[in-house]
């Protein structure tokens, strides 16, 4: 398998807006445009592969028309489309599912091999939606009619986030089993998301048979390749990508890459009015402001599920390495300038964080900090935890 090689990939990132200036992602920073976040990707971070997940957009579909056109874009003949010959992306949107049956909205990735296939879609999904043009729009259908239409298009259909309090499968979506809501046979992977990592994740028995993604979930450039994994392919396209996350023909999920769990914005249960941890989820009330609504930490949630399951077994699916890394700019000292420094010397994060030696950093910056770049790449910073929507710190 000599052929076969690493690619660096984030499957979740949003737009903000066209390139006209219209709103896609509304939460989404407007510097989020098609081509910024390419170029952010491929000259700052240093991916190989990304997901962009707002192409169902009516404005985006054309705006890629005319990349084409003016060859700024190639289509690969194995799925998805690279550009100006130097990253390659995946045409994906996310979905925001309400089914009867679920206690709450699911947020589900769909990827498409195809600019036409994705086309087809947008169609499809355009008169079940208020409005095409926005991102993680509402659909009022069956959990396995989605799926259903996926898999008649060739594509790809991934819970998003699963753990995350609000929007997600486990979070809001079901009691105790995806198969609630979705026909497990047409479910490719599990996209982790934030607070939450392998070990966590992998108790949970009817999860066994899926691959693990690590995905950013970037609402901003500086948040692209947050999360993201080491994907062994032949070439970073959608076809190689569905192998490896089916583990076919050696293509695999090589490593993950993440936030460690507690540095998360919902590890940890906290009060849904003062932000402090709730170490006892038998209270009614918070012991510090007396108000009586929590925010349930993922920690909690996961082992909720394990506990209801009990016929889990003890030995776990074997899996990837997933390391818990942080950005750049959530390293203390690594400013808006010295960020600069790094990248002018070093080109890419991803060059930063996993290649440059510890001498060559040392020229750059101060030992200190290279100490806490070290750290991080090798997961033995300390942390605080974080929890109720607020992100966890470095120690």
């Not at 550009?83 to 089914?99: C, H, M, Q």
């Amino acid at each position: 398998m000599s052929h076969l090689k690493s690619f660096f990939v984030d499957l979740h990132i949003h737009l903000g807006a066209t390139a006209s200036g219209k709103p896609v992602k509304i939460t989404a920073s407007k510097s989020l445009t098609l081509e910024r976040v390419l170029n952010e990707a491929v000259d700052i971070k240093g991916l190989d592969l990304i997901g962009i997940i707002d192409c169902h957009v009516p404005e985006v579909l054309a705006q890629i028309d005319c990349l084409l056109e003016k060859e700024i874009l190639k289509e690969n003949k194995q799925g998805g489309l690279c550009y100006k010959g130097k990253i390659s992306f995946v045409l994906g949107s996310e979905i925001e599912v309400y089914d009867k049956k679920s206690k709450g909205p699911i947020h589900v990735l769909v990827y498409f091999p195809y600019l036409k296939t994705m086309k087809q879609f947008s169609e499809w999904f355009s008169i079940r939606v208020t409005n095409i043009t926005l991102s993680s729009q509402r659909i009022y259908e069956e959990g396995v009619l989605l799926q259903e239409k996926v898999k008649e298009l060739g594509g790809l259909f991934i819970p998003a986030h699963v753990f995350t309090p609000f929007k997600s499968l486990y979070g809001r979506g079901v009691e105790r089993s995806l198969t609630e809501v979705f026909n497990p046979e047409w479910i490719d992977a599990i996209e982790l998301g934030l607070s939450s990592d392998t070990t966590m994740a992998n108790q949970i028995e009817e999860l066994y048979k899926f691959t693990f993604l690590t995905n950013s979930d970037a609402h901003s450039l500086a948040n692209i390749a947050r999360e993201y994994q080491k994907i062994i392919m032949q070439q970073p396209s959608f076809y190689e990508l569905e192998m490896a996350i089916k583990n076919l023909n050696g293509r695999k999920v090589e490593c993950n890459f993440g936030l460690d769990p507690q540095l998360g914005k919902y590890y940890q249960t906290t009060c849904e009015r003062c932000m402090e941890p709730v170490t006892n989820e038998m209270l009614q009330t918070c012991p510090g402001c007396g108000h009586r609504h929590f925010v349930k930490g993922v920690s909690a949630r996961i082992k909720e599920i394990v506990e209801v399951n009990q016929s889990v077994k003890k030995l776990k699916k074997l899996r990837p390495p997933y390391i818990h890394q942080v950005p750049l700019q959530f390293i203390p000292g690594v400013g808006p300038k010295t960020l600069q420094k790094l990248r002018q010397r070093f080109k890419t994060d991803m060059n930063i964080i996993h290649d440059v030696s510890q001498e060559d950093l040392q020229q750059v910056v101060p030992m200190n900090i290279v100490d806490l770049i070290i750290k991080a790449r090798m997961g033995e910073l300390s942390l605080k935890q974080g929890g109720g929507g607020k992100y966890g710190k470095i120690k």
